[in-house]
């Protein structure tokens, strides 16, 4: 297809070459992703990052895969300077490679504030539904969470996981001084984690904070299954119970003194039923902790790279799983402090506040009255 454009068009924006350019880069970036997805679902980061140096024909051995792919991987990746080769002269097959150990944080270490596998696991998730999306985009419809699967999931818990575990209860919750000190108190304070995902939010707050109990709830049946695992393999199933419920169920009622919901308002259909539910959870005095996308307070565009990530995941993934069920107030991950306090007073909430705790990617928000 050629597309004729208007002489008295005047050129506004990049040049085409610039454009190209910056599209060429964006197509190098994409293949980053894939490989780095390939390098970690076949353990090859993990293999190379439990030896020194490893030559094609090892890693394969080691990972039950066959050589010549694992060969042009290895390749690539130090292409792309993502690894590093002891002895670039020898022959392809004797050539030695290195996961240098700062790279091994960031592409293999679970725990590091630094991990970005759950970002690329997410991201080759949502892009798995392309063809779906078009049609959803063409209808008004949506794609159900479920439907997109484990890597979603898996990623988002990833991806959320080291912040939970690093940052909630050393950081997050101690500057919220009321609610830090009551969940530090006795009688033993109660918590709903509406939409917990795989638990790790919960196994977070449980440690932080030894007497708490808390009842997590999710929709999803193989996140709620993960929750289960994760909360017993922690050894805090005496402290963590999660549900399978529906956080916006009109028959969830309960004494809690704190309501938290991470990461998660956003994608939910009607935000305003479910925040009025949470509502309907606290105890006298109690609040409700969203922990939702920090984006700018208006649209922007041009915009910075936090804005530009939490678009291309709303089109790709927050989006449609909001519109999944109808009717739905097609939110989407770019929810700015704006939409979140009308959703608020709307759920009958009095007081809103933005809290002031920094992080680069979320916005902390406590809602009460
Ligand atoms: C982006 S994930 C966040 C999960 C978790 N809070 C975290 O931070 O890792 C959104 C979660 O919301 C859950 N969810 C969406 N709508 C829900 C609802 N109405 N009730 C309970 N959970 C819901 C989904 O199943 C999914 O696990």
């Given at each position: 297809?050629s597309?004729?454009?208007?002489?008295?068009?005047?050129?506004?924006?990049?040049?085409?070459?610039?454009?190209?350019?910056?599209?060429?880069?964006a197509?190098?970036g994409?293949?980053?992703?894939?490989?780095?997805?390939?390098?970690?679902?076949?353990?090859?980061?993990?293999?190379?990052?439990?030896?020194?140096s490893?030559?094609?024909?090892?890693?394969?051995?080691?990972?039950?895969?066959?050589?010549?792919?694992?060969?042009?991987?290895?390749?690539?990746?130090?292409?792309?300077?993502?690894?590093?080769?002891?002895?670039?002269?020898?022959?392809?097959?004797?050539?030695?490679?290195?996961l240098?150990?700062?790279?091994?944080?960031?592409?293999?270490?679970r725990?590091?504030?630094?991990?970005?596998?759950?970002?690329?696991?997410g991201?080759?998730?949502?892009?798995?539904?392309?063809?779906?999306?078009l049609?959803?985009?063409?209808?008004?419809?949506?794609?159900?969470?479920?439907?997109?699967?484990?890597?979603?999931?898996?990623?988002?818990?990833?991806?959320n996981?080291?912040?939970f575990?690093?940052?909630?209860?050393?950081?997050?919750?101690?500057?919220?001084?009321d609610?830090?000190?009551?969940?530090?108190?006795?009688?033993?304070?109660?918590?709903?984690?509406?939409?917990?995902?795989?638990?790790?939010?919960?196994?977070?707050?449980?440690?932080?904070y030894?007497?708490v109990?808390?009842?997590?709830?999710?929709?999803?049946?193989?996140?709620?299954?993960?929750?289960i695992?994760?909360?017993?393999?922690?050894?805090?199933?005496?402290?963590?119970?999660?549900h399978?419920?529906?956080a916006a169920?009109?028959?969830?009622?309960?004494v809690?003194?704190?309501?938290?919901?991470?990461?998660?308002?956003?994608?939910?259909?009607?935000?305003?039923?479910?925040?009025?539910?949470?509502?309907?959870?606290?105890?006298?005095?109690?609040?409700?902790?969203?922990?939702?996308?920090h984006?700018s307070?208006?649209?922007?565009?041009?915009?910075?790279?936090?804005?530009?990530?939490?678009?291309?995941?709303s089109i790709?993934?927050?989006l449609?799983?909001g519109?999944?069920?109808?009717?739905?107030?097609?939110?989407?991950?770019?929810?700015r402090p704006?939409?979140?306090?009308?959703?608020?007073?709307?759920?009958?909430?009095?007081?809103?506040?933005v809290?002031?705790?920094?992080?680069?990617?979320w916005?902390?928000?406590?809602?009460?009255?």
């Amino acid at each position: 297809m050629s597309i004729n454009v208007p002489e008295t068009t005047e050129f506004t924006g990049l040049s085409p070459e610039a454009l190209l350019e910056r599209v060429l880069g964006a197509c190098l970036g994409m293949m980053d992703v894939a490989a780095i997805y390939i390098g970690d679902r076949l353990g090859f980061y993990q293999a190379l990052a439990r030896n020194d140096s490893l030559t094609p024909s090892e890693l394969a051995d080691r990972t039950n895969t066959n050589e010549r792919y694992t060969r042009e991987w290895l390749e690539q990746q130090a292409v792309s300077g993502l690894l590093e080769v002891e002895n670039p002269g020898e022959s392809p097959e004797e050539r030695r490679f290195r996961l240098p150990r700062g790279h091994a944080e960031v592409l293999t270490d679970r725990d590091s504030l630094w991990y970005s596998v759950g970002l690329i696991r997410g991201l080759i998730g949502s892009s798995l539904a392309l063809p779906s999306l078009l049609e959803a985009f063409r209808s008004g419809g949506g794609i159900p969470y479920f439907d997109y699967g484990a890597d979603i999931r898996e990623g988002i818990a990833d991806g959320n996981r080291p912040m939970f575990l690093n940052l909630l209860g050393a950081e997050w919750f101690p500057a919220i001084t009321d609610v830090h000190e009551r969940l530090s108190a006795d009688p033993p304070a109660r918590i709903a984690d509406v939409a917990c995902g795989s638990g790790w939010s919960s196994v977070a707050l449980a440690r932080a904070y030894p007497r708490v109990h808390i009842d997590a709830f999710d929709l999803d049946q193989a996140s709620v299954a993960a929750a289960i695992r994760n909360v017993a393999a922690e050894g805090l199933a005496d402290r963590i119970t999660i549900h399978r419920e529906d956080a916006a169920d009109p028959s969830l009622a309960g004494v809690y003194d704190l309501v938290t919901i991470f990461e998660a308002l956003h994608d939910m259909p009607r935000p305003v039923e479910a925040l009025r539910a949470m509502r309907r959870l606290l105890a006298a005095g109690g609040s409700v902790i969203v922990a939702d996308e920090h984006v700018s307070e208006t649209f922007t565009a041009p915009a910075g790279d936090v804005e530009r990530l939490m678009y291309g995941f709303s089109i790709l993934h927050c989006l449609p799983v909001g519109m999944a069920d109808q009717p739905s107030a097609g939110t989407g991950t770019v929810m700015r402090p704006e939409t979140l306090d009308r959703y608020a007073r709307d759920a009958g909430f009095t007081d809103v506040r933005v809290l002031p705790i920094e992080h680069d990617f979320w916005r902390f928000y406590r809602l009460s009255g």
